[in-house]
């Protein structure tokens, strides 16, 4: 039977589809197309290309030059870059970045381990072998102790008794089996228990590693030596320190093991506190260096550096000479390997303490020297152990008052990175032991146990709070812990805590505490002030860049009773030094006498070099002219102002700022509705808590509703919201969407005309309006392993655009219903410049800025090829015999090329054919400016007068009878690149009969 000749058009322009097995995809879809766009609904063009932006920092000669980005952002007509703790803001004309002042933005979460009706202290943590340990001191009595799985939470071990006598935990892994050591009060010794080789539920029996240890005024520390090894240092019986190897058995290391005896370091005395510490990343990495303090020989903090033999390397090292209690000292290094020293100074207010630190410069073998003592930190003191991560080295720190006891996490240079436990930490903690920082294998994902406030309690007609411990994570790797969000005159970063950004600086958001405790004293013997009783209440203010001003919640309100006429009130404030406000002012108020309103009767400015500055009422100021001064802010009720917790998830909603806390994700907390020319202002009171869902990943304003993913469920609320008072509370309770899918990230959200696209666990999806969830995302199911990194709407070009962490950038045609994938465009993130109009993305390698440049074709100095696959194509249904005499391919001329096209028969994995097409030279096409002289040729013509400037050409195919065929066409440039082509069509001339494929005999059966 002769074949009956088709011509059988095939449209180019499907977009990809992975989800359908290739032998089955239709084929007005692809199977692959990279760097393709769709400028008309058959036609597609290769995509723009980018330059780079500059890595050059304005300064001095000798500035240096940024190294590598973190995340993108914007601000208004602002290019912001985060890059190794600091902000930068981009200069276009000068093609240069600007320093905008320290930031590091991090996650932040935390778990519980043991809340009960006793109270733990002095928790210490390891890893090791897949597993966790945490022990610490209890008032149920001893040392006890609980083991985790550390991949699934099982909990191994919970709340066992490791020694009713025991005290200073420490917590480190021998040769990967986890081991606490500790003093037994009772015999003073120093013990070790470890986990059972083949059992985790059980801890092998108690053994001795020192039998001479302090009868009192006990000090012990203990470290991973050389990964397979352990050391500890103590205070023995004779009050000097004692060092000793322990074996990875358990064993106190000696000349029959393999080490050297304990040895005692002459000279010392660890009265007050006592830190061991060893680097084997360090250059002379066998060294050790024990701190330790006695302050009652005004002696301070000395530093010894001992050789691997435990001998002492010079003198002892005095650090600080100093009659202040040092309660507490830890060691880590620094970028450059030396040891960097960071102590805590005793004050008899708590919330007065000081962090201060020094590094000792190894400049040999067997020398160095010190550095200058600096303050690192004012009103805090030591939290945990330091650690060392990307260069930097960082501590956890306590702010300890009555009323906002606060964890900081700052780094070597005094920087808040991270604000934890917000009123509920455990504060200063009685014991010198401080709790080691640990990463799980996961390099950036470290891990501290703290003390938490848990309930109330009475007890002898006194109230006081039960302290539990709690496992804290600190995540430097999240790229969402970056998430910018404009509102008002300010964008709002979040992370450790909430940042603000006001073009000139960037700082907290609000201020991390308010004034407390104020105190005051009255002098009747001097002033104007009138007898009466008066109330004062005091502020911190800041005013930003942008005219704004910023007020902290009020201290609690003090009363002041002044006899006689002539009376002066001098009230003590304590100052703000937990700030990189660059200039706070602190504000007092004060009622008229017997009154409850307040007014501003004067302030004084901020001093973060002091610890309280003071601000004297001398009655200059008469009742009746102090109702005409400014009123206090919360008068008549209005709430008063307390930043939000640590958070990754932000968004707006009726002119509200949301914010997830990161340390308790079903919780939202909401600001006041924000008023023109006035901050952004949260309150601990506006939160909204989502009992049903799992943790909130995501939240988004679409259509007058609050969209609130989590990984699982999708919610929505509506309303208004309260007033500033708290009344007339509008919000409705969460409504659910569905529960069949949720959102992973909120780095893949983006809002767009058609509603919400965002990653789930299943793929891309979109929330439509109407409230739908619709799987668009099918077509790209292949790259669904994939992280996305950012979402971005291109709207000029109907585009959603998803960056990936590793893989290709994932691009959806929102007009068209069509997905292709962009190559060489691994990204950590993404925006669109406001200023330039233009989409920039921060690459993954090399973390350079990439501007999009519609001039060009070129990733900088990579040429971009334009490739697409088409399906499998079979015109006589699946399995069909075919004859595919030619193909006909027509599409449009853009620049010099050669266009390569492949093919590929009988669903075969491989292309057997392959033909390569010059269009300007086969048909002699030119160039505009090619002739000579200049200008000389017609539009479309060539020297042979057949270019009529019509891409289009005639394939013939070597193997025509087939039962399915498939084409893949891309281009290669050997000059400076430029579009090279478009293409829209394909026309096969087939003849068909109805018959079967042909198959060899080896497949008949």
């Given amino acids: 039977m002769a074949l009956q000749k088709q011509f059988i058009p095939i449209d180019l322009a499907g977009g990809i589809d992975t989800k359908t097995s290739q032998a089955m995809v239709v084929s007005s879809s692809l199977t692959e197309l990279e760097n393709g766009v769709f400028t008309e609904g058959s036609t597609i063009t290769k995509r723009n290309g980018y330059a780079k932006l500059s890595r050059s920092v304005a300064g001095p000669s000798g500035t240096a030059a940024i190294s590598s980005g973190d995340a993108l952002s914007t601000f208004q007509d602002e290019l912001l870059l985060f890059s190794d703790s600091k902000l930068y803001s981009y200069v276009n004309g000068r093609d240069q970045w600007v320093d905008k002042g320290g930031h590091l933005s991090v996650t ?20 090791g072998a897949g597993l966790y340990a945490m022990a610490w001191e209890d008032t149920q009595g001893g040392i006890r102790a609980s083991v985790i799985d550390a991949v699934t939470g099982s909990v191994l071990q919970n709340n066992t008794s490791i020694d009713a006598n025991g005290i200073l935990p420490r917590v480190i892994v021998l040769s990967q089996r986890l081991a606490i050591i500790y003093i037994d009060d009772s015999a003073n010794n120093v013990k070790i228990r470890m986990l ?21 005024g006990h000090q012990l520390d203990a470290i991973v030596y050389q990964d397979n090894a352990g050391l500890f240092a103590y205070r023995d019986n004779s009050n000097t320190i004692t060092v000793a190897y322990i074996t990875k058995d358990g064993e106190t290391g000696s000349g029959i093991n393999g080490f050297v005896a304990a040895a005692a370091i002459a000279g010392t005395d660890p009265e007050d506190s006592l830190a061991i510490y060893n680097d084997a990343s360090d250059l002379y990495d066998n060294d050790i260096y024990v701190a330790y303090s006695k302050n009652s020989d005004s002696s301070g903090i000395k530093l010894a550096r001992l050789n691997f033999d435990l001998t002492l390397v010079g003198s002892l090292v005095s650090v600080e000479a100093t009659a202040t209690a040092i309660p507490r000292v830890t060691i880590n290094r620094d970028s450059e390997g030396d040891v960097v020293i960071i102590w805590e100074h005793d004050v008899t207010n708590d919330y007065d303490h000081l962090v201060k630190t020094a590094t000792y410069d190894i400049t040999g073998i067997d020398s160095g020297s010190l550095g200058s003592v600096t303050v690192l930190k004012r009103s805090v003191g030591l939290a945990s152990k330091a650690f060392y991560y990307n260069s930097k080295c960082y501590v956890l720190t306590v702010h300890a008052s009555d009323l906002q006891t606060t964890y900081f996490l700052i780094d070597s240079t005094g920087l808040i990175v991270a604000k934890m436990q917000a009123g509920f930490a455990g504060g200063l903690q009685a014991k010198s032991t401080l709790a080691s920082v640990t990463d799980d294998a996961s390099a950036g994902i470290w891990k501290v146990p703290v003390q938490v406030k848990t309930r109330l309690v009475s007890e002898n007609n006194d109230i006081y709070s039960l302290k539990g411990l709690s496992l804290s994570t600190v995540d430097f790797t999240k790229a969402d812990s970056f998430l910018g969000i404009e509102l008002g005159e300010n964008m709002h970063i979040a992370g450790g805590f909430i940042s603000s950004y006001d073009s000139q600086s960037i700082e907290e958001h609000g201020f991390h505490l308010y004034p407390e405790p104020v105190t005051q004293s009255t ?31 009020p201290s609690v309100s003090i009363t002041a009773t002044p006899t006689g006429g002539s009376s002066t009130v001098t009230l003590t404030i304590p100052t703000l030094r937990l700030t990189e406000h660059s200039s706070v002012t602190c504000e007092v108020y004060r009622t008229i006498t017997t009154g409850t309103l307040f007014y501003k009767v004067g302030e004084v400015a901020n001093d973060t070099a002091q610890n309280s500055v003071s601000l004297a009422d001398a009655g200059a100021i008469t009742d009746g002219n102090l109702v005409a001064k400014e009123m206090l802010y919360t008068n008549g009720g209005i709430i008063e102002n307390i930043a939000p917790p640590a958070t990754s998830v932000m968004g707006v909603f009726n002119n509200r700022l949301f914010a997830v ?69 509008s919000y409705s309770e969460p409504q659910l969407i569905t529960s069949d899918v949720g959102c992973r990230t909120v780095d893949s959200v983006v809002i767009s005309p058609l509603g919400i696209f965002f990653k789930s666990l299943k793929g891309i999806y979109l929330l439509d309006r109407k409230l739908n969830t619709v799987y668009v995302g099918a077509a790209v199911e ?18 959603v655009r998803f960056t990936t962490e590793s893989g290709p950038a994932l691009i959806y045609d929102f007009y068209y219903n069509k997905w292709a994938t962009w190559t060489n465009h691994s990204g950590t993130g993404a925006v669109t410049w406001k200023a330039t109009d233009t989409y920039c993305y921060l690459r993954t390698s090399g973390g350079l800025v990439y501007q ?61 054919e392959q033909h390569d097409f010059n269009f300007r030279t086969a048909t002699g096409q030119n160039e505009y400016g090619d002739e000579s002289p200049y200008g000389s040729e017609y539009y479309g013509a060539g020297t042979n007068r057949v270019a009529d400037g019509v891409y289009q050409f005639n394939i013939h195919l070597a193997r025509q009878k087939c039962d399915a ?3 893949q066409f891309s281009d290669t440039v050997s000059s400076d690149p430029g579009q090279s082509y478009s293409i829209t069509n394909l026309m096969l001339e087939v003849g068909m009969r109805q018959e079967t494929a042909l198959l060899p005999q080896q497949k008949l059966i």
Wanted: no cysteine.
């Fill in 852 to 912: 999009e440049d519609a001039s060009n074709y070129k990733d900088v100095d990579s040429l971009i090829p334009l490739k697409l696959t088409t399906a499998w194509i079979k015109t006589q249904q699946i399995q069909g015999l075919q004859r595919v005499r030619r193909a006909l391919v027509l599409g449009e001329y853009k620049s010099n090329h050669i266009l390569r096209t492949k093919i590929a028969y009988d669903f075969e994995q491989f292309f057997n």
């Fill in 108 to 127: 932040v979460s935390s778990e519980d381990v043991i809340r009960n009706d006793y109270q733990q202290s002095s928790p210490d943590f390891a890893y």
């Fill in 196 to 216: 059972d080789v083949s059992d985790p539920t059980t801890w092998a029996a108690a053994t001795n590693l020192a039998t001479n240890t302090a009868t009192s």
């Fill in 523 to 553: 002098n009747n013997g001097a002033g104007s002030l009138a007898a009466g009783t008066y109330q004062y209440r005091v502020i911190y203010v800041h005013n930003d860049a942008r005219g704004q001003i910023h007020r902290s919640a």
């Fill in 661 to 729: 806390s990161s340390e308790n994700p079903k919780v939202l907390y909401y600001s006041k509705k924000r008023q023109k020319k006035s901050p952004v202002e949260f309150s601990d009171i506006f939160t909204i808590t989502m009992n049903k869902a799992e943790k909130v990943t995501a939240i988004v304003e679409m259509d007058e509703k609050l969209i609130i993913f989590e990984p699982q469920q999708i919610f929505y609320i509506t309303g208004a919201g309260p007033t500033d008072t708290g009344a007339q509370n």
């Fill in 782 to 799: 292949a790259y669904n392993n994939e992280t996305i990194t950012s979402a971005i709407m291109v709207a000029d070009k109907s585009q």
């Fill in 965 to 967: 065929v498939r084409f």
